[in-house]
């Protein structure tokens, strides 16, 4: 999660799901926007958001990125899926 966007860029370009969700089991998998909320990286959310993500989908838990980013104080990444029409209200 931590300065890999350029590695991330080129695995979606190659074709890379990011709808795919962690290896964890169905009942404890992360969505890749999640994982972009929770990580408060710049650029990960208008990356995945750019490439078919909706700032609307929920990962198995029905949490929102928004919800994570908000949870654990990720003021960054909170802005950029505001900045993406998130209603926080």
Known sequence: MND????AERLIELGADVHERDSAGA????DVL???AYSNNPGY???LVENGVS???TDSKFFLPIQWAGFYGRAVTSQELCDFGV???
């Open 34 to 36: 999640g994982l972009a």
């Open 4 to 7: 890999m966007y350029l590695v």
């Open 87 to 89: 209603d926080i209200n």
């Open 55 to 57: 700032v609307t989908e």
């Open 27 to 30: 009942a404890n998998s992360a």
């Open 45 to 47: 959310i208008a990356l």
